[in-house]
């Protein structure tokens, strides 16, 4: 009974002091990064890795989700005699949920694990406590060109696996089946709102950008410094972020979408 | 990879992302439709605005000619007074009727608008003083049983 009671209360207390550190942490990325803005090409490096690379894992997917969409959505809707509201429904949930959602989960697989590792590795092979002999501080060197490559590509890319996803719908519905092209984008335009679901959409990625980048250089900052600690870290930051965002999804549209 | 390679890939991932937001907001969304065209603000009173939304399209002969832009309860007279904004290229004469209409059977409330033969048109922030309430039909079926049940009542009397 004692011993399980310690190991709760370590596992407790373990938690709390990681949360504490996670944010402190989040504030000194803010402070150091000033540094990120002037030295601007290693924030481009950054880029390159975490957005450009995952360009075409973000284009595919949208792609086949918004044609699942268009099929699935063509399928339903059929049945109310209502298919020419496909455009609406394909382009409504990509903006407001699945776009920023569905892109976050693929950028936190696809970049997160890979900052996390990079980082990690860096720890155990001591190159951030050499940095630190040379008076080079590891946060503003390392950790925030990465955390704000991520916080920009995020919502680029989120924009970008909306509009695939509504070619694909198009494709589909329109050049497949054969639903009237012109109410597919009449109706469309009618009914998705610039203000209110489009900026929302970019909002959310936005949040997910700094979420995803937050937790995977937090993690592999934290990462023991061994092989095992790094990819140990590497799963959590998949895990955490895959589970921030979807908490973070659920509050923001609470937020949003709360009566309209 | 050196440096110019690098700026040149991330300037093509920026401009794409970018690309994309644009598409989004002019080809999926409204923000061409909305922005271009100047608007003037009517009220209308009702007595019942049924399920009448905020951003509701307001229609003239079927034509989308503004959109609700705000609803509220007029604390004297107890009445729904919406605010619509119409676009500018479209007049209205003094004696236009405003009624709350459905489109189809269950679809979406909006207002239509049914032109007078007044020679003054509506000018910005003034009301439109012939109004039609929306049909609940709760009430209407309501008012079909009432009269159903006197037409009951009246042969078993004689």
Do not use: C
């Not at chain 1, 481009?44 to 595919?60: A, K, N, T």
């Not at chain 2, 919406?82 to 059977?105: C, E, H, W």
């Amino acid at each position: 009974m004692r011993e399980y009671l310690l190991t709760l209360g370590h596992a407790v207390s373990d938690a709390v002091w990681r949360l504490g550190f996670a944010s402190r942490f989040f504030v000194m990325i803010i402070v150091y990064s000033g540094s990120a803005l002037r030295r601007l090409h290693l924030t481009i490096r950054e880029i390159y890795f975490s957005g450009v690379l995952s360009l075409l894992i973000i284009m595919v997917s949208g792609l086949f989700v918004g044609m699942v969409l268009g099929l699935q959505g063509y399928d339903t809707l059929e049945r109310y005699g209502s298919s020419e509201a496909l455009g609406v429904l394909v382009a409504l949930s990509l903006v407001r949920e699945l776009g920023p959602v569905v892109a976050a989960l693929l950028f936190a697989s696809r970049a997160g694990s890979a900052i996390t590792a990079e980082i990690g590795l860096m720890k155990a092979t001591e190159q951030l406590s050499a940095m630190e002999m040379m008076a080079v501080n590891p946060v503003a060197r390392v950790v925030a060109p990465r955390f704000w490559a991520g916080v920009v590509s995020m919502p680029l890319l989120a924009a970008l696996f909306s509009a695939m996803g509504v070619f694909g719908g198009y494709l589909v519905g329109v050049k497949l089946i054969g639903v009237d092209s012109g109410s597919f984008w009449g109706q469309m335009q009618a009914s998705v709102d610039f203000r209110e679901d489009i900026v929302n959409g970019v909002i959310k990625s936005f949040v997910f950008g700094i979420v995803i980048s937050w937790i995977a250089v937090f993690e592999g900052y934290d990462a023991e410094p061994t092989a095992e600690g790094v990819s140990a870290a590497t799963t959590r930051t998949v895990v955490t972020s895959s589970l921030m965002i979807l908490a973070a999804d659920f509050v923001l549209t609470a937020f949003m979408f709360r009566g309209t | 990879m050196n440096r110019a390679t690098l700026d040149l890939w991330v300037g093509i991932f920026v401009a794409i992302g970018v690309v994309a937001l644009l598409f989004l907001a002019l080809k999926v969304g409204n923000l061409a439709a909305a922005s271009s065209a100047e608007t003037y603000l009517l009220r209308a009173k009702f007595d019942n605005i049924g399920g009448l939304k905020v951003r509701g399209a307001v229609k003239a002969a079927g034509v989308v000619v503004g959109r609700v832009a705000d609803i509220h309860l007029d604390p004297e007279s107890y009445r729904a007074v919406v605010s619509m904004k119409i676009d500018n290229r479209y007049q209205f004469p003094r004696d236009t009727f405003a009624t709350i209409n459905t489109s189809g059977l269950l679809g979406e409330q909006y207002i239509g608008l049914d032109i007078g033969g007044d020679t003054t048109m509506l000018k910005d922030g003034e009301t439109v003083a012939k109004t039609q309430s929306a049909v609940v039909l709760e009430k209407l079926i309501g008012q079909f049983l009432f009269s159903k049940a006197a037409d009951d009542n009246a042969p078993a009397k004689k």
